[in-house]
């Protein structure tokens, strides 16, 4: 099967198996036990975080590990509004875009608490205007919150240009960047966001494990759970043989990634040239600022889901839109700006490449797509001409 689901997951990396068996049958101690046997643990653990840090060009001190992006970004935004609450802040700002275990959140906690939140929205390119997050500041805010790259569309936010905003107003700034880790450089963001949360199953790496980096000018309070884990923030025993193998497979990943980058940009390009060449009914969104590892389609005359499971009996994997989404009828609001109407949105999908992708995978979906689309022309085709007939 040709996979282009990447955004969603990928297979663990060779490296990556390798290491999460050795260290699971070698190193299996509680790393916060006082024995030897938790010593060793915690040395591998610690080693771990110095090469999570090293990629993100920070300290090891700033890396707290968890069980992945939903809990890196539900720990992220908790830990530094209780930090605010303690100052009387109680103002939110976050976007309309962002990931659906942020989002949601966000909705619940507006609703159920004292804090208030301002949901921004994008323009006609996906992106949040600076002009917007401005006014949107008020005396009491104590934390913005937006992702780098979006996972349907790909669409990049200007976080950088967000931070020296944010900064000028000492108002701590979280960014999701699992979507953009092991993908695009990320480290040029560390002195413009306050904090930032990855996942390892998206750089090929075990599900089950993510990492939230904190700047170290943040004063943090402990987990209202009682625990010595991840520097008092976190309850539950640390995944070490989950942790040991996300940083080896962030460590390969990254290592190449100029080049990798440089791949997924050729087969990107090739990919949104091919469907137009070809004539194929699916309209690629592209913008200027984009990320080359997602490019999100609409087609012209079916829906998404069912498109989807006729790419899958082709041997080709893709999706109706975020995984973390699947099973919901809502459009996606990151693709509102690329529609005229709701209906468009239901003939989302998206495709995800990685740098295993190659130009043969590309040329074979292209033909597969006008296959499909064409065989569902031809029976609406037939089925007027009865009806009608």
């Given at each position: 099967?040709?996979?282009?689901?990447?955004?969603?997951?990928?297979?663990?990396?060779?490296?990556?198996?390798?290491?999460?068996?050795?260290?699971?049958?070698?190193?299996?101690?509680?790393?916060?036990?006082?024995?030897?046997?938790?010593?060793?643990?915690?040395?591998?653990?610690?080693?771990?975080?110095?090469?999570?840090?090293?990629?993100?060009?920070?300290?090891?001190?700033?890396?707290?590990?968890?069980?992945?992006?939903?809990?890196?970004?539900?720990?992220?935004?908790?830990?530094?509004?209780?930090?605010?609450?303690?100052?009387?802040?109680?103002?939110?700002?976050?976007?309309?875009?962002?990931?659906?275990?942020?989002?949601?959140?966000?909705?619940?906690?507006?609703?159920?608490?004292?804090?208030?939140?301002?949901?921004?929205?994008?323009?006609?390119?996906?992106?949040?205007?600076?002009?917007?997050?401005?006014?949107?500041?008020?005396?009491?805010?104590?934390?913005?919150?937006?992702?780098?790259?979006?996972?349907?569309?790909?669409?990049?936010?200007?976080?950088?240009?967000?931070?020296?905003?944010?900064?000028?107003?000492?108002?701590?700034?979280?960014?999701?960047?699992?979507?953009?880790?092991?993908?695009?450089?990320?480290?040029?963001?560390?002195?413009?966001?306050?904090?930032?949360?990855?996942?390892?199953?998206?750089?090929?790496?075990?599900?089950?494990?993510?990492?939230?980096?904190?700047?170290?000018?943040?004063?943090?309070?402990?987990?209202?759970?009682?625990?010595?884990?991840?520097?008092?923030?976190?309850?539950?025993?640390?995944?070490?043989?989950?942790?040991?193998?996300?940083?080896?497979?962030?460590?390969?990943?990254?290592?190449?990634?100029?080049?990798?980058?440089?791949?997924?940009?050729?087969?990107?390009?090739?990919?949104?040239?091919?469907?137009?060449?070809?004539?194929?009914?699916?309209?690629?969104?592209?913008?200027?600022?984009?990320?080359?590892?997602?490019?999100?389609?609409?087609?012209?005359?079916?829906?998404?889901?069912?498109v989807m499971l006729e790419y899958n009996r082709h041997g080709i994997a893709i999706s109706p839109g975020s995984a973390c989404s699947i099973g919901t009828t809502e459009?996606?609001?990151?693709?509102?700006?690329?529609?005229?109407?709701?209906?468009?949105?239901?003939?989302?999908?998206?495709?995800?490449?990685?740098?295993?992708?190659?130009?043969?995978?590309i040329y074979q979906i292209v033909e597969a797509s006008g296959v499909i689309y064409n065989r569902i022309k031809e029976?609406?085709?037939?089925?007027?001409?009865?009806?009608?007939?």
């Amino acid at each position: 099967m040709i996979y282009c689901d990447y955004a969603a997951t990928s297979p663990m990396s060779e490296m990556a198996l390798n290491v999460y068996q050795e260290v699971a049958r070698e190193y299996f101690g509680n790393a916060s036990s006082l024995h030897d046997v938790g010593g060793k643990a915690k040395d591998i653990l610690e080693s771990s975080r110095s090469m999570i840090a090293e990629l993100l060009d920070t300290e090891a001190r700033q890396i707290v590990f968890t069980s992945g992006g939903t809990e890196s970004n539900l720990l992220a935004v908790d830990t530094l509004i209780r930090a605010s609450r303690l100052h009387g802040k109680k103002h939110v700002i976050t976007s309309e875009v962002e990931h659906s275990s942020l989002y949601y959140f966000m909705k619940e906690l507006a609703r159920q608490s004292d804090i208030e939140v301002t949901f921004l929205s994008v323009d006609q390119n996906g992106q949040i205007r600076l002009s917007d997050l401005e006014k949107s500041i008020q005396h009491n805010t104590c934390l913005v919150s937006v992702q780098h790259v979006n996972g349907e569309t790909g669409v990049i936010q200007p976080i950088k240009e967000m931070g020296e905003l944010l900064q000028e107003r000492d108002i701590p700034f979280h960014s999701d960047i699992v979507q953009s880790f092991g993908k695009i450089d990320v480290k040029y963001l560390i002195p413009f966001v306050d904090c930032m949360t990855i996942s390892s199953h998206k750089v090929f790496g075990p599900k089950g494990v993510g990492a939230i980096y904190f700047s170290k000018k943040l004063s943090l309070t402990s987990h209202p759970v009682s625990t010595n884990h991840e520097h008092s923030l976190r309850p539950g025993t640390v995944n070490v043989p989950g942790i040991a193998a996300f940083a080896a497979a962030a460590s390969e990943t990254i290592t190449d990634l100029n080049t990798n980058q440089q791949h997924l940009q050729s087969i990107q390009d090739l990919f949104i040239h091919k469907l137009k060449a070809d004539e194929v009914p699916l309209r690629p969104i592209v913008t200027a600022n984009q990320c080359p590892s997602i490019v999100g389609c609409v087609s012209d005359f079916v829906q998404g889901d069912y498109v989807m499971l006729e790419y899958n009996r082709h041997g080709i994997a893709i999706s109706p839109g975020s995984a973390c989404s699947i099973g919901t009828t809502e459009v996606p609001k990151s693709i509102l700006p690329f529609i005229t109407n709701l209906e468009e949105g239901k003939r989302f999908i998206r495709f995800s490449f990685s740098h295993h992708t190659t130009e043969r995978d590309i040329y074979q979906i292209v033909e597969a797509s006008g296959v499909i689309y064409n065989r569902i022309k031809e029976e609406r085709q037939g089925y007027d001409e009865k009806v009608n007939g």
